[in-house]
């Protein structure tokens, strides 16, 4: 297993348009968590989901904001109407225990 | 709400010396976890070291060690004998379970430059 993967690695969309990551966690983790980093800043969590559940989001995660985690494996982050705040890194973690693996991250530009 | 402070946005230190970075965090929980994570220029956070709230030794990864300070809620990240490969961000954070969903609470960084 090579870790968690991301993709894509970067995306620069319109102001308005809808866009989708994909995050492939280690396979035999069971938690897996999105977080928000943008400039200057520590990644900010998202949502968390145990295995196929979503458990947790954030106040950060508005109503344009959707995340699916289907049979417990991938999940996907899906922004729609994106705006210009929306510009961030996205970053992807999993774990099994107390110890998160982070992906390399999405990095989203909107123009 | 858990919040973890870092005031030091830049550090430097020459190859080969020793650099401490601090870290301050609040929470009115006992349990907890608190880590150190390294995230390079264009790289994936890798963890650094961790340590248990509930555990009084410091902990200690090969040049890495931490002083843990509970009362105080202060985690500063001790590393020695500084290499290049060490420059990048350095982010403490703080993980509660008691909610169940172990998020992470970030600082917001402190960028470590190596010189050689």
């Known amino acids: 297993d090579t870790g968690v993967s991301q993709d894509p690695r970067h995306k620069i969309t319109k102001r308005g348009q809808n866009v989708t990551f994909r995050c492939d966690p280690i396979?035999?983790?069971?938690?897996l968590y999105w977080y928000r980093q943008t400039l200057g800043q520590g990644p900010e969590f998202l949502t968390y989901?145990?295995?196929?559940?979503?458990?947790?989001k954030s106040r950060l995660l508005s109503d344009r904001f959707s995340a699916e985690r289907p049979k417990g494996s991938f999940s996907t982050l899906e922004i729609q109407r994106t705006e210009q705040g929306d510009s961030a890194m996205y970053l992807c973690a999993s774990s099994f225990n107390a110890e998160a693996f982070f992906g390399q991250g999405t990095r989203l530009t909107v123009v | 709400a858990q919040t973890v402070t870092q005031s030091q946005p830049e550090m430097s230190v020459q190859e080969a010396e020793t650099v401490t970075l601090s870290c301050t965090y609040d929470?009115?929980?006992?349990?907890?976890?608190l880590f150190w994570y390294k995230q390079p220029p264009s790289r994936q956070m890798i963890l650094v070291i961790r340590q248990e709230a509930y555990k009084q030794q410091n902990a200690t990864e090969n040049r890495f060690s931490v002083n843990f300070q509970k009362a105080a809620k202060s985690f500063s990240l001790k590393i020695s004998d500084s290499q290049l490969g060490d420059a990048a961000m350095y982010f403490c954070?703080?993980?509660?379970?008691?909610?169940?969903?172990?998020?992470?609470?970030f600082g917001k960084g402190t960028k470590l430059s190596v010189i050689p």
């Open positions: 989901f145990q295995n196929e559940a979503q458990l947790e």
């Open positions: 396979s035999e983790h069971n938690r």
């Open positions: 954070a703080l993980e509660y379970s008691g909610a169940g969903s172990y998020q992470l609470t």
């Open positions: 929470t009115s929980e006992s349990d907890y976890y």
